[in-house]
Nanobody, 124 residues
């Protein structure tokens, strides 16, 4: 399974960006997709997660500014980021929580996969 992320870049404070991540490969089903970020010298943190059933959760620092949404037919997840702040500067990573195939067409074990990261830089 591979995750391909795109959409990062340089933007001024107050601007917007949209990140997209596409999952490819063979797996049974997706439990959730998410975006994490890691700034230099800091730990990787969850930004937003969307579950297959539609539930979402967000880091407190991005609520009301970021929106995560999925295109289930295309196995993609998008992160719409508005009102960007310099503290949003980080490498953003796509995360997949899915199930492989078990016996027959049944779901098997769960697994996670990470994308390669895309840089978001917000200038003040």
């Amino acid at each position: 399974v591979q995750l391909q992320a795109s959409g990062g870049g340089l933007v001024q404070a107050g601007g917007s960006l949209q990140l997209t991540c596409s999952a490819s490969g063979r797996f049974h089903s997706i439990n959730s997709m998410a975006w994490y970020r890691q700034a230099p010298g800091k730990q990787r943190e969850l930004v937003a997660r969307v579950y297959t059933k539609g539930d979402t959760n967000y880091a407190a620092s991005v609520k009301e500014r970021f929106t995560i949404f999925r295109d289930s037919a295309k196995n993609t997840v998008n992160l719409s980021m508005n009102s960007l702040k310099p503290e949003d500067t980080a490498t953003y990573y796509c995360h997949l929580d899915a199930f492989d195939y078990g016996k027959g067409w049944s779901p098997g074990r769960s697994f996670v996969s990470w994308g390669q990261g895309t840089q978001v830089t917000v200038s003040s």
